[in-house]
């Protein structure tokens, strides 16, 4: 363990001695969303293959770079890209940058995703806060619990942070911004999912589906700190019809196209918190 955390606290170390100020909030950006980092102001770009122990992104639309700079008038740190656990890497490799940015001082982390619409009133574009998730990847704590971090079991009843969601309903109502809620299942990938897959899992009460941010959420829950999540629906999967097939590129279209709306709601969350 002690090897581990020698490593978290390098990666920590070189970040600390690139970025500007004292950043408290961190936002990780998903397939297609990484146009909202060209909204920081004062950029420190520092590619994630300087980073020691870092992996590389290797997934069209994830950039891989981290991000320090000013958005919403706060100093942020952003990841433009994330590492997936479909991408052969481990639970450990994929949430390594969250336990690097609680060294650094984070206390408040925005996760952003694409993800299929299994809520049938969901339409591409929409934007849903997540209000909860159902994991269905390997538990990124499983092992020796690591000390320095958090405890052995963390309470994950309330992992989306219930101000930051309100925070967020009130500017979506003040900008005239419509947005759904719901719960967002985490697979592993990288096929997309069966109809069948869709359609057990809205049983289940899953409204959106993805693969990426619940690892992410557990171990910044288990580091005690404060989460709020969005995902983008960048497709529908709960009708099939005969020509329908789920595309890589259109989901990074769909999810450019609602980066902007995006990038209004956590400019003025951060500005807020």
Do not use: W
């Not at 309100?166 to 697979?187: F, H, M, P, T």
């Not at 992410?216 to 969005?230: K, L, Q, W």
Request: some cysteine; aromatic content about 8%; charged content about 20%.
């Amino acid at each position: 363990m002690e090897e581990v955390n020698k490593q978290y606290r390098e990666a920590a170390a070189y970040l600390a001695s690139r970025i500007t100020g004292n950043p408290e909030i961190a936002i990780i950006l998903g397939s297609g969303l990484g146009s909202l980092a060209d909204q920081i102001e004062h950029p420190v770009v520092i590619p994630y293959s300087e980073i020691p122990h870092f992996v590389h992104s290797t997934v069209a639309g994830h950039q891989g770079n981290f991000i320090s700079g000013t958005l919403g008038g706060k100093q942020v740190l952003a990841m433009q890209g994330r590492f997936h656990y479909y991408e052969g890497y481990t639970m450990h490799q994929v949430t390594f940058p969250v336990r690097v940015m609680k060294l650094l001082g984070i206390t408040c982390l925005l996760v952003s995703n694409a993800a299929g619409g299994i809520n049938t009133t969901f339409k591409v574009g929409d934007l849903m806060i997540i209000r909860d998730h159902i994991c269905m990847v390997p538990n990124p704590l499983i092992g020796s619990n690591n000390d320095l971090f958090g405890p052995r079991f963390p309470d994950m009843t309330r992992a989306y942070d219930r101000e930051l969601i309100c925070l967020v309903e009130e500017i979506a109502e003040e900008q005239n911004i419509s947005l759904k809620k719901g719960v967002y299942v985490g697979l592993t990938g990288p096929s997309y999912e069966t109809p069948a897959e869709y359609a057990f899992y809205g049983k289940a009460g899953g409204d959106a589906i993805g693969m990426s941010t619940v690892s992410e959420v557990i171990v910044a829950r288990h580091a005690d700190i404060r989460v709020f999540g969005m995902s983008v629906i960048t497709n529908e999967g709960y009708h099939f019809a005969d020509d329908f097939v789920n595309d890589g590129e259109d989901v990074i279209k769909a999810a450019n196209e609602a980066a902007g709306i995006m990038t209004t709601i956590f400019k003025e969350l951060i500005s807020r918190i």
